[in-house]
């Protein structure tokens, strides 16, 4: 079970560069660590995906150097039938807890980010949690504070405000999720609101909704249902690719021939109309 507010997925641990030592560790701070990379460097091909605060995985092998080949298990994909496979630092790794299912004494992060803290309104215990991450709550509310269990920690303490329960009320849309993202870094393999790209943006938006989907572009278009084009409407997905190749890139439906997503070009999450060049490789849109 991954401990950090964000743990980095890695293709091999030889991928790994100097600068990505921030993202490294019990002390990963990822919104330094995407600060800090120059835009050609947030593309580096050795990160496969990010996990987030409390995802459990599969641990496949131990290494003396302090690495870890993992399955994370709530990222599925056709590379492993179990969940997406990489390399993860092992100090990011704790034992899972017994958890709840997924009723009223859980709780999900709706803020883009929120911080864990000691005591209510304390010190930080870890900072920058994700929209998204699961949260088991431990107790009654204190002063507009809830006590949580997360990660390895048996009680922390998270702004009431920045959460809520995801089978109370009525959960918002997946593109009003994503839209929230606008304006973050493209990041690639990143799932984050610090750095993200195309299909991490998808992920991450029905994630929040308790929404399983693929990690990548291609296998979410294998498990989600086609619709003729002209017919798509808002939330739906736009899927790209090039004469014979693979599906690339994958944006969510604003309007007619308009989307949001994760641009590669711009290196940001933009919503824009789809440009001459892109109209050029849109070969689907589908819905979830």
Known sequence: ????????????????????????????????????????????????????????????????????????????????????????????????????????????????????????????????????????????????????????????WVAAADVVSPLGGRPPAPLDVASRLRGVPYVWGGLSAYGIDCSGLVHLSWRRLGVTVPRDAADQAEATRSVPLGSEQPGDLYFFARPGKRIHHVGIVTGARRMLHACYTQRRVVEEPLSAARSETLVAAHRV
Do not use: F, H, K
């Open 1 to 156: 079970m991954v401990r950090v507010a964000v743990a980095t997925l890695w293709s091999t641990p030889d991928a790994v560069r100097p600068i990505d030592r921030r993202a490294l560790g019990r002390t990963a701070d990822i919104p330094s660590w995407v600060a800090s990379m120059s835009a050609e460097q947030q593309v580096g091909d050795g990160v496969l995906s990010q996990l987030l605060l409390g995802e459990r995985v599969r641990v496949d092998e131990v290494r003396d150097d302090g690495w870890v080949r993992v399955v994370a298990l709530q990222q599925p994909g056709v590379r492993d039938r179990r969940g997406y496979p990489g390399w993860i630092p092992a100090a990011q790794l704790a034992p899972a807890l017994d958890s709840p299912a997924l009723d009223d004494a859980t709780l999900v992060v709706d803020a883009t980010s929120t911080d864990l803290r000691a005591t209510p309104g304390g010190a930080v215990v870890l900072a920058n949690v994700m929209l998204g991450t699961r949260l088991a709550q431990a107790g009654a509310e204190v002063d507009g504070w809830l006590p949580v269990r997360a990660g390895d920690a048996d009680c922390v």
